[in-house]
């Protein structure tokens, strides 16, 4: 018998919750990392036996570790998750999550690739200048040009692609789909995938054609951002934080980068308005006739 209930959290995140196959795994592995060690600490082997203060000293020990608080927060949110699939079952009567409390973590404004930079790496590429293969550079262009988020492009299908009205149709968190506009030069882009005579569902895939993966992707993006900027990380990801912060210097709507971007609440769009007003600040600061620097 499955005493802490594991297998039907699994089954809820994956069928009823429909989440992504990261972030199932990702809650199950915090879920067992909590579970192992309060086995370990206190010999608990029923999920009835488990209370806040047995929590808390797990998190402590995190802490003490030297884990973040935003991981910290991760862990927290995949307990909270759990003893609410636990209430709504009736399979447990208590929540020891209510007397935990989260730690505050410290907003990091989003890196991002300068506007100059991303213009100069797209027009090489356009041009042919870069000695990488077509697939890395449309890679990077399509992730640029989009937003969209490294699962997204990897799951992007040829039928999620309507050329006449220059759209891409996109799966996101939580299974949820948005339409996202493509510029002259995506569209471009993309027309030339969809000519291949690649027996594959997805519009981009590996020169073996098989599908895309994470280290793929990660690998094309950086080796070309090596070549075009100094900030210390040059993931996929980074190419969402650029687009998102040019489209707001340029006038963009914060509720319009909201859509495109995907976000579920228009807090996690508002980060790019401090990378905004940090911009300004400097500019200021450099400008003004009575600055100190």
């Known amino acids: 018998m499955d005493a802490f209930y594991l297998q039907q959290f699994f089954d809820y995140l994956s069928i009823e919750k429909r989440l992504s196959k990261h972030t199932v795994l990702a809650y199950i592995n915090d879920l067992n990392q909590c579970l192992k060690w309060l086995t370990e600490a206190y010999e608990i082997r029923q999920v009835e036996n488990i209370s806040h203060s047995y929590v808390r000293t797990w998190l402590a020990s995190l802490m003490n570790a030297g884990l973040d608080s935003k991981s910290i927060n991760r862990k927290i949110s995949a307990l909270k998750t759990y003893y609410k699939y636990l209430l709504k079952h009736q399979l447990v009567v208590k929540n020891p999550m209510l007397k935990v409390s989260s730690p505050k973590v410290s907003k990091k404004l989003p890196v991002f690739v300068t506007e100059d930079k ?8 356009e041009n042919h200048l870069t000695a990488e293969d077509s697939l890395a550079e449309d890679l990077l262009s399509t992730l640029y040009h989009t937003g969209m988020r490294l699962s997204e492009l990897i799951s992007l299908k040829k039928s999620d692609v309507n050329i006449s009205q220059m759209t891409l149709k996109v799966l996101g968190k939580g299974n949820k789909e948005r339409i ?7 569209t471009h882009i993309v027309s030339k995938y969809l000519s291949l005579s690649i027996d594959s569902e997805f519009l981009y895939n590996t020169k073996k054609g098989k599908q895309l993966y994470p280290k793929f992707v990660y690998r094309s993006v950086n080796q070309l951002l090596n070549k075009y900027t100094t900030i210390k990380k040059k993931s996929p990801h980074i190419l969402r934080h650029s687009i998102a912060t040019h489209l707001l210097e340029n006038g963009s709507e914060l509720n319009a980068i909201k859509e495109i971007l995907g976000h579920a609440n228009l807090s996690a769009t508002q980060i790019y308005t401090h990378n905004s007003i940090e911009r300004l600040k400097k500019i200021y ?5 009575k600055s100190t620097q």
Do not use: Q, R, V, W
């Not at 996202?180 to 995506?186: C, F, Q, V, W």
């Open 180 to 186: 996202i506009p493509m510029t002259n030069d995506l």
């Open 118 to 125: 991303m213009n100069e790496m797209l027009n090489d590429f």
């Open 285 to 289: 600061e450099l400008a003004h006739p």
